[in-house]
């Protein structure tokens, strides 16, 4: 793969809040200093008003920008499963939970500024077009300025844009990609990538805007933000190699808003 890359500013994120760990927001208070933004749940998958609440305010101390990571209101399979919900019965828990947290984000004296959907719903959202144009429709009811984080190249953002809204192009650091869109599912063995070197080739190649899949085919993508999920094996140690490389590169990490 070639050394030069042409991606020179990247947005680095991290789901958090959850507290898939049962760690009371252990992971969260190391992962947060070193992100440009964050995905905060809203508590209808996992998290509590207490990891919630200390999420917003490292994030605030930090400089970290805030968005919102609604979910099918499931918190038996942590929002990883789809909820076959009557469209507008999904559409006000995803904009209650919105609002919700963007309430809670601005009485603690920060702004929302991004929404990314959890989980199944992630997915979801790719596979129903109509769904999909719903959606970006709640969102800029909530307010037209919020960007909407997705899957890098995917239609999304087509989407997003005949809405007004801006959509931000996401790729994943521990993840394998199924294909160009499509993450190989946590089933596979190849789902999760754990050590330095899969880290790292991960990230050489978003930096020249591209992603290998599990069946070794190039497809070349967008990228505005590389994401890592906090409850990944060796999170912290992953995002630290992702700066650390990032910094060699001379990319610039900032968020997109």
Partial sequence: MSAEHVVKQVDLSADVGED?????GLVDRLLLPLLTSCHLSCGAHSGTSSTICQAIEIAIEHGVAIGAHPAYPDRVHGGRRTLNLPVPQLLDSLTTQILQLKDRIETAGAQLRHVKPHGA???DL???PDLAYQFAESLVAIDAQLAWYGMAGSQLADVAHSTGLKFVHEVFI???YEQRTQLTPRTQPSALLTTQDQITRQIEGFLSGQVID????VHHIPVDSMCLHSDAPHAVRNLQIARELLKARCVTLHSPQ
Avoid at 20 to 24: M, R
């Fill in 121 to 123: 719903l992630y997915h």
């Fill in 174 to 176: 521990d993840r394998g």
């Fill in 20 to 24: 898939f760990l049962n760690d009371e």
């Fill in 126 to 128: 790719m596979l129903n």
């Fill in 214 to 217: 599990r069946y070794h085919q």
